[in-house]
């Protein structure tokens, strides 16, 4: 589904990623960690389609696509979706503008017609419902003044409207309580699917409680150097990341 | 003979054949129209030397040639589509010339007295020529001396002391794509009494390709603890020359609350004055511009705090696209003895296009001690931050620079009461966004939600 093969970013002249490689097939979650400054949100940057980050080597496909070439809403509208650790705030655009401009995108895409209007109230009253979030919210301008929680948890709900084909989570668990992790667990684990992939960019292993990932990978100065299962992340956890810094180094 | 005393005489000549046709008048009238035409001869249109009209060029409408109408025929189903889906007392000029089959005043409540002006100096033309000029005379500006001249139809509307009008006012301007371009001086006069309440809209629009000018004097007397409400919808034809002049007077405890919303007009002047003269007075002025093409707007606002415990806010907000010219001057003037007043003021732009172009400039003249006031004027692009967030979630470039747009104005926009005018300001303002991707769909969406 997704193949990133030895990718090399450099931003703002000093190389951030050295040679990446890294698959998800469909119906996997991947889990991708590492220490502050390994390169883990460059990762999900340069997929989604940020500004000033320049490849200098390797490539990115998704679903046989060169995602280098696809403009930023272009990959969105293919299925790849990426949810912020910092999500933005965008005065005045309420967010039900957001879900249904960002909705018939995606149709018009596939070359299907807008969302009528019944079908879409239903759709979002039902999401909003599961991620605990009460309907007013709809109205209010996209993540302006929302807490923390507030802002991952419409992430999710962004992810749970769109129903991406790859969900890539950019330290989705920074700054939760542990009832908004659980909420936001729930959310990712709703989107597992047979037919989509899901990318947790994480610090901390504490998600991986809620969300088991199928496969781990540590993030060491801009290369995969650890692959494993789940119980990889129990390792890290338990021994945090000096002792593979220290085997990389060797 | 110069070029500017050409247009001059171009005018005044109008005038005289305007006064061979009419009827005898009440002297004051004949004295009044005497004096607008003389002090309008002796100042000129005004040039850009002026520090008032620094950045407005009004020759579009000093070379023009415009005749004045002589009816006010307008077919009642392009009418319907052009007015306000509000359920109104409405009274309609038509290149300023008074439709009485466009207009509905048959359920007037008690206590209140709206009537076009032709018909009111009929009935008692003195009740009429006290108030008339008292705010705005024919000093105020070249164009209000023209006005003046020229005046011989518009609205009058009285409030008897606590009368409440529940439902809006709707002062409707068309303008007719005529064989010929013609002009028209309304003069609105509004008197509300005591404790009264009103909401008036004053609302400009007409034929696509018409290209009129309209030159409004509009005087509003408020007496103690009265409430007026007043839009001013600008939906002008791009071809429209539009100047106005529109003041206030505010006695003890009134509330004046202003909504300037311009998106019409291919030049358009607006000046805006209150004068809060009695404690407790306040009023806020709102306002929202939108240009495009080669479209000017300027707006010139004035406060003047002339007594303690009075209370002005302001907020204006521009959207420039193209090479339209956007103009915001608001000055707050604060009396010596005027203490413990507030005076807060804001105008925010947003620049879509390199080559257009605002000029903003907060004044104050503050000679009391004790007071609060603040200003602030910004400028400044699309935050693209917001457009890479939006983008990231599959909507296209030019859609995200639209939302953004409407979330400009929204601000402006969340503080009207009546939704029919907001929702047809939103409505306007996304159809008006370059290569649109359903935005009124969006809208729509969200009125719809809230409904439920």
Known sequence: MLEVKDLHVTVEGSEILKGLSLTVNAGEVHAIMGPNGAGKSTLSAVIAGKDGYEVTAGSITFEGRDVLEMEIEERAQAGLLLGFQYPVEIPGVKNIYLLKAA??????????????????????????????????????????????????????????????????????????????????????????AEDRGILLVTHYQRLLDFVVPDKVHVLVDGRIVKSGDAGLARELEARGYEWLLEETAA | MSDVQNDVTRFLDRLAERAASRGPEPTWIAARRQAGAARF??????????????????????????ALATDGEFSQASAAALTLPIEAHRLTFVDGVFSAALSRLDDLPAGVQLLPLSQALVENHEAVGGPLGRLTGVEFSPFSALNTAFMEEGAVLRLAPGTVVEKPII???????????????????????????????????????????TNLVEEIMLDRGAILTHYKLQEAPLGDLHVASIQVEQARDSRFTSFNLNLGGGLVRTDLVADLNGQGAETHFNGLFYGQGRQHVDNHTLVNHNAPYTFSDENYKGILDDRAHGV???????????????????????????????????????????????????????????????????IDEQTARGLLTLAFAGEVMEQVDLE??????????????PERFNLAGLVETAVALGEQ
Not at chain 2, 180 to 204: C, D, F, K, Y
Not at chain 2, 372 to 391: F, M, N, P, V
Request: with cysteine; aromatic share 6%.
């Open chain 2, 420 to 433: 029919a005018v907001s929702e047809r300001v939103e409505l306007a303002v996304a159809g008006k966004l």
């Open chain 2, 171 to 213: 002062l409707q301007f068309l303008s007719r794509a005529g064989e010929a371009p013609v002009m028209s001086h309304p003069r609105i006069l509004v008197e509300a009494g005591g404790r009264s309440q009103a909401t008036v809209i004053e609302h400009h629009v007409g034929e696509e390709a018409a290209t009129n000018f």
């Open chain 2, 41 to 66: 001869e002796a100042m000129g249109f005004p040039h850009r030397r002026v520090e008032q009209w620094k950045y407005t060029d009004v020759r579009a409408i000093a070379r023009g040639d415009f």
């Open chain 2, 328 to 394: 915001f001057n608001g000055k707050v003037i604060v009396k010596r003895d005027s203490q413990k007043i507030e005076a807060y003021q804001n105008n925010a732009n947003l620049l879509l296009s390199d080559r257009a172009e605002i000029d903003t400039k907060p004044e104050l003249e503050i000679y009391a001690d004790d007071v609060k006031c603040s200003h602030g004027a910004t400028t400044g692009q699309l935050d693209e931050e917001a457009i890479y967030a939006l983008r990231t979630r599959g």
């Open chain 1, 103 to 192: 909705l018939n995108a995606q149709r018009a895409a596939r070359g299907e017609g807008e969302i009528p209007a019944p079908e879409f109230m239903k759709l979002i009253k039902e999401k909003v419902a599961f991620m605990k979030m009460d309907t007013s919210f709809l109205q209010r301008a996209v993540n302006e003044g929302f807490s923390g929680g507030e802002k991952k948890r419409n992430e999710i709900l962004q992810m749970l409207v769109l129903q991406p084909r790859l969900a890539m989570l950019d330290e989705i668990d920074s700054g939760l309580d542990i009832d908004a992790m659980r909420v936001v667990a729930d959310g990712v684990n709703s989107l597992r």
